[in-house]
């Protein structure tokens, strides 16, 4: 089955610590997008990817980088300069970046500082 | 500005009820809407998509409104398991491609 897949769907950061978060799709998609999402709030782009070896910043990018170095793989590094980094991650991805057609997401991970 | 808001709910409401929220959007160029699903603690999940004036599936019709740039989801016969939030996504087409930018979300609770 075709799809969009996180991991690990729980990650504990330690102080100073960079851990990244990892999606994977196998939908043939171009474009590819990283949100975060607080508790009792909407979703805010972090990232997105409209191609292979490209990315652009999104609304909150300071303290996260990304990489594209596969059509499938958009790989999220939260570094220590994220100073509040707990939240559900969801990666999304669609056809092409200048599509209309509806986003599809992975199931999300969930990361939060011990 | 880059802008969607829906109603802050939560939306009680019994099982077998009518139920509609509103969602506002500021960019007037924007042409695609989807409604998402979302349980607690998961993905969203793509529950309508709407191009031109309204769609319908089953007990869901979502209607758009171009003049007072506003879309609604209209539930009928509400179950027990259509309790989630509800996520309005809206299309704000840029130079540079396309742009979905998402209400916060209304919550509904369907009571037995």
């Known amino acids: 089955d075709g799809g969009i897949t996180q991991s690990p769907k729980y990650l504990f950061r330690k102080e100073g610590q960079n851990v990244t978060l990892s999606c994977e799709q196998n939908?043939?998609?171009?474009?590819m997008y990283w949100y975060r999402q607080d508790p009792g709030q909407g979703l805010r782009l972090i990232y997105y990817?409209?191609?292979?070896?490209?990315?652009q910043k999104g609304d909150i990018a300071e303290g996260y980088s990304v990489s594209r170095e596969k059509k499938e793989s958009f790989p999220l590094t939260v570094t220590s300069a994220q100073k509040n980094p707990t939240a559900f991650y969801l990666c999304?991805?669609?056809?092409?970046?200048?599509?209309?057609?509806?986003?599809?997401f992975g199931d999300g991970t969930r990361l939060s500082i011990l | 500005r880059k802008e969607v808001e829906q109603d802050p709910g939560p939306f009680n409401v019994p099982e077998g009820a009518t139920v509609a929220f509103n969602c506002t959007y500021s960019?007037?160029?924007?042409?695609?809407f989807f409604w998402y699903r979302q349980d607690c603690r998961k993905e969203p999940k793509l529950l309508m998509s709407?191009?031109?004036s309204g769609n319908e599936d089953g007990r869901f019709t979502a209607q758009l409104n171009r003049a007072s740039q506003y879309i609604s989801l209209l539930i009928r016969d509400s179950k027990l398991s259509d309790s989630a939030t509800y996520l309005c996504?809206?299309?704000?087409?840029?130079?540079?491609?396309?742009?979905?930018?998402f209400g916060p979300g209304t919550r509904l609770s369907v009571l037995p």
């Open positions: 999304a991805s669609k056809r092409s970046h200048y599509s209309n057609q509806p986003q599809h």
């Open positions: 939908l043939n998609h171009d474009a």
């Open positions: 990817s409209q191609i292979v070896n490209d990315f």
């Open positions: 960019n007037s160029a924007s042409q695609s």
């Open positions: 709407v191009y031109s």
């Open positions: 996504v809206v299309n704000f087409p840029l130079n540079y491609g396309q742009n979905f930018v």
